[in-house]
């Protein structure tokens, strides 16, 4: 088998939302390895904190296999894992870094992907994380890790281009679901 026979083998799911967050996390999963890479792109060697953020890598990778079992478990570790490492991250950065944007791309998600049967959960998922956000702003402690006001600059754009990313493939995948329903 091919690495994408594998991949669509692993994310395949009957229920479209539970096989769009399938996609959704493994999306996240591969793209956390360039995570440290960026950070270390741009400010160098105190990119090291950027690594905790790789934590949270079994946790998304566990997602289909999770939901092969229980689409609502599946779909609970997902938001977990996604509210897990953007906690993590603004720890071990600093909200200065605007880490803190990534609880949005949280909310959408935990809005879109569960279907009309778990409305309850869905409220839950989406409120959390803008609970989170305003409930935790200037409680975090020091960072691991500090900048100078232009690399703080700097990782706020590469966040805030990455936040506005994943919204849009979370509402893409999503809205494929929709059209498989």
């Not at 741009?42 to 949270?56: E, K, N």
């Not at 409220?123 to 803008?130: E, K």
């Not at 691991?144 to 849009?168: D, K, N």
Request: overall charge positive; glycine content about 8%.
């Amino acid at each position: 088998m091919s690495v994408l026979q594998n991949y669509h083998a692993y994310v395949e799911h009957r229920e479209p939302f539970a096989k769009a967050a399938n996609k959704i996390a493994i999306f996240i999963l591969s793209n956390q390895p360039f995570y440290p890479l960026y950070i270390y792109i741009l400010v160098g060697g105190r990119f090291w904190p950027a690594l905790f953020t790789l934590i949270s890598s079994p946790f998304y990778a566990a997602v289909p296999w999770l939901m092969r079992r229980n689409d609502l478990a599946g779909k609970w570790l997902l938001i977990a894992a996604s509210i897990g490492n953007t906690l993590l991250s603004i720890k071990v950065l600093g909200p200065e870094s605007g880490i803190e944007l990534f609880f949005f791309p949280c909310a959408v998600l935990g809005a879109l992907i569960f279907s009309g049967k778990e409305t309850k959960s869905a409220w839950i998922a989406s409120a959390l994380p803008i609970a989170l956000f305003i409930a935790l702003r200037g409680r975090y402690g020091m960072p691991l890790e500090t900048f100078s006001g232009a690399e703080y600059g700097t990782l706020l754009t590469l966040h805030a281009i990455s936040a506005g990313a994943i919204c849009v493939f979370i509402c893409f995948s999503i809205a494929s679901a929709w059209k498989k329903r």
